[in-house]
């Protein structure tokens, strides 16, 4: 992987960029078509100028709140299961959050936060192949990076940007222990303005849905789209159709002994929420927000706890609106 050569120009750059309220307290930074977390700008920047893939990648990209917390758990599952079988009582993901063990490729760049190199997370000893990495970037990003170039596998998941809206927002208040001042969010009915305007981290989410879906026809074998609504529908099979794509279908024996399920049981809400790391334990760097925060209730259509149905139609119109001719639909 390659170094930042100094972070403080990412910086200088980031702040030179024009800048508009976000759906928490910080403001977002707007750079092409998308706005980003306006802390994580210069380290997205870093990233696309200086990681390396490598062929043999996995890179998971969300819209924060779409699922990325299981997304990463079930893909690290299969794709490490010959290495640990999803029922070891000793599995990794009972020991440390999905997110120590899959790490957004920023983070990695926030070199001046950190104390160890960026490079020194990627090599060889401590994430064997497939190295397996996230980003909440848009697809555009990563066209800039060598993530595109080197056709490594990506798994896209997305999800009902109603429900996306209402878990962030329940996000932004549980998360941020007071000390780190990173949350507050605005009452939900400005938060639901903001959103229809396309405010979101890394948004606008039909963007952002958008261009993933055209890589995802344009190149199926490298680019997976998957919903979480479906995810939730058949995840046994979801797992299945993810093994495949990453390259290690589950054999005949493994589907006879339970494999899938075993690997489904061990990513389950109940027992992700029941690992200490995910109780008690923190995320990120310089704003830290608490892990038990990516747990909520993880269900389809919680969107209507907080939204009239006239919200969900204004929603869905905006969002089928933004997305035609894309071939992609948000309408179940
Ligand atoms: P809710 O807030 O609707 O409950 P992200 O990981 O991208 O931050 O997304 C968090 C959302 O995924 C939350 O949704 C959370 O509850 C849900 N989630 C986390 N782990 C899950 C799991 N194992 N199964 C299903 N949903 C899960």
Known sequence: ??????LATYEALASSLPTCRGLG???YRIYGNFMYPAHLMASTLAMRDAFVARPTDVVLATMPKSGTTWLKALVFAVARRN????DDARHPLLCFSPHDLVPFLHTLYESHRRPDPPSSRLEEEEMPPPRILAVHAPFSLLQASSVAESRCRIVYLCRDPKDVLVSFWHYIHKAAPPSSGA???PPFPDAFELFCDGVSPFGPVWDHMAEYWKESVARPEEVMFLRYEHLKKDTVGSVKQLAEFLGCPFTVDEVARGVPE???ALCSMDRMRSVKANRDGEHGVGWTFKNSAFFRKGEVGDWKELMTPEMARRIDAIVEE???GSGLS???
């Open 1 to 6: 992987m390659g170094e930042v050569d100094g």
């Open 25 to 27: 307290r910080a403001p």
């Open 83 to 86: 290495h640990h079988a999803p």
């Open 183 to 185: 949350a507050c969010s």
């Open 262 to 264: 075993a690997v489904v």
């Open 322 to 324: 933004k997305l035609r």
């Open 330 to 332: 948000m309408i179940p």
